[in-house]
Structures are given as C-alpha cells and as structure tokens.
C-alpha cells in the first residue's frame, strides 16, 4: 500500500531534550516536506527536499533540522526542543515538487507536547 | 510578505444547503492553487487549480480560479453531513528559490447539521 508513514504518532517530552520524528514514503517521491498545524495559524511549512541531499527552509526553519540522505527517508530534527515547538506535526510527499501536478501525500501525523 | 487568506473560519450549514467557501492570496510568482480536505486526520487532496477561469469538478465538489483577481472558490452543492472538514487552501510557488514551498491559509471549518 502507498503510504507515507510517521513515529511516533504522540511524544510528550521536556525542554531541551534532542528528539527526532522519522518519516518513510514508500512511493519513490523525489519530493518530501514537513509541516507545523497550529490553531488558527493552518499548515506552515518547516522544511523541504527536492530530492536525495538536497533541502530547504520553509516558512519556520527555526529549532529544526533535516536531513534526506536516502529517498524514502526524511526525519525531522528537534535538537532543543522548547514549549513553543508543541505542535501537530505533518511529514508529505509527492512525486516531484508540491504545487506541480502532483499530488501531495500526508502521514499520520506527530502530535508534540513539549513541557 | 506572501499569504494566503480563506474565509469564512468558519461555517455551519444544514444538510442539503450549497456552501462556498473563499481563498485569497497575494504571492509572488504564483505556481498553482491547491485544496484539501482534513478530517480528524491528515489532509487529503481534492483539486489543483493553474489556470484562471477553468473549473474543475469533483462529483458535488468544484473549485475555479481567478488570477487577476487572485481568488479561488470551492463549492459544495447539496451538503451532507461527511462534508464536514477543515477545508485548506494552499498556494505553490515558482522559481528556482521557490519551487517546493507551498503557503497554506488558516483553513475553513465547514460543520454539516443533519
């Protein structure tokens, strides 16, 4: 089944504690990007990859960090994390970049909870 | 600065009701205009829009979009009750620096009474 997956699911942790949020697609997109759900802010775009070793900020790059140095793969990076960084957050791909012809896939998405 | 701004916030209607929900934007080197429905859960994909003036239909849902006037509108005709979602509105980007980022509006929430 196409997909594209997310771990976890729900983290609760506390300030400063480096984590890591892993995102698999399994439909060898070239293009792969995360995103921050915020009431009554939408969908903000963190990061963005066009393809193996090649990423990109987004709208709110900072406290995060990528890396893509398989296709399938792109986790999201939280270093220090802080109690703003509470979010739902979104891992998409599609076959080429996002806002071509292609269609964007979501995962599950993580809820954070950071204390 | 580019953004991306829907209307209303807001929506409740009853069963059977048509409802048009409203996308604006200001962005620089306009690619495409996307919508997507999210339930509970992640968002799905309903349309792309590149041209103006062209509509795109989706059994009871359409979408058209306006390039001079820098709108999009998403139609639902006779409503039902799994209609209800956040609706999001998203804008890409072209140009070497921008291709891949995607501004999405603050979304609709559209609930459907029975």
């Known amino acids: 089944e196409a997909q594209v997956t997310q771990n976890p699911r729900y983290l609760i942790t506390v300030t400063g504690k480096k984590l890591t949020v892993t995102c698999s697609q399994n439909?060898?997109?070239?293009?792969m990007s995360w995103y921050r759900q915020d009431p009554g802010l939408g969908l903000r775009q963190i990061y963005y990859?066009?393809?193996?070793?090649?990423?990109d900020k987004g709208d709110v790059p900072e406290g995060y960090k990528v890396s893509r140095k398989e296709k399938r793969n792109f986790p999201l990076i939280l270093e220090s994390p802080s109690p703003n960084q509470t979010s739902l957050y979104f891992c998409?791909?599609?076959?080429?970049?996002?806002?071509?012809?292609?269609?964007?896939?979501f995962g599950p998405g993580t809820r954070l909870t950071v204390l | 600065e580019d953004k991306v701004v829907q209307s209303p916030l807001s929506l409740v209607v009853h069963e059977g009701d048509t409802v048009t929900l409203n996308c604006s934007y200001e962005?620089?080197?306009?690619?495409?205009l996307l919508w997507y429905k999210q339930e509970k859960k992640a968002p799905t994909f309903l349309f792309m829009l590149?041209?103006?003036?062209i509509e795109k239909k989706s059994g009871r849902l359409s979408s058209i979009l306006d390039k001079k006037e820098l709108f999009s509108i998403l139609n639902i005709t006779a409503t039902q009750t799994g209609d209800s979602a956040v609706y999001l509105c998203?804008?890409?980007?072209?140009?070497?620096?921008?291709?891949?980022?995607?501004?999405f509006g603050q979304g609709t929430t559209l609930q459907v009474k029975p």
């Open positions: 998409a791909s599609s076959l080429r970049a996002a806002g071509g012809t292609d269609t964007q896939y």
């Open positions: 439909m060898n997109h070239e293009y």
């Open positions: 990859s066009m393809n193996v070793e090649v990423t």
């Open positions: 962005v620089t080197n306009f690619r495409s």
């Open positions: 590149t041209s103006s003036g």
């Open positions: 998203a804008v890409g980007r072209s140009g070497s620096s921008n291709t891949g980022k995607l501004i």
